[in-house]
């Protein structure tokens, strides 16, 4: 199997579950040595913190699930992937309310380690409503 190909199932496996509010397949993907830009304006620079941040993110959450949208896969070689797209974030608040929706645009670094396609860098910026 190509590169490409690797990495677009990587990612069509990690969006896959995420759709369904299974995070786990993402999570195995991160590297530990991850740095994430997120919406809020702090760098993560490690698997750890991030980690550590969704939780706090979730928490209050009953449900989540993430989706990409038009996603669009580069290979620079046969270890390195960049993968863009539009993500959808929807959450349910625990004990009722209305479910949120937020929007936004994805951009994740792969880079192959050990056989295994890992994410050492993400950046995920907010659309404007």
Known sequence: MSAIEDVRKTVERIAAASAKGDFAPFIAALD???????????????????LDYLGSVMGGAESMTFAFHQPSCRTFNEDTAVVNAYDRAGTTPKGGGAPSVACGRTTLVFVKKGGDWKIVSAHFSPLKE
């Open 32 to 50: 530990d040595d991850l740095e994430v830009f997120d919406h809020v304006a702090y760098r993560f620079e490690r698997k750890g913190e991030f």
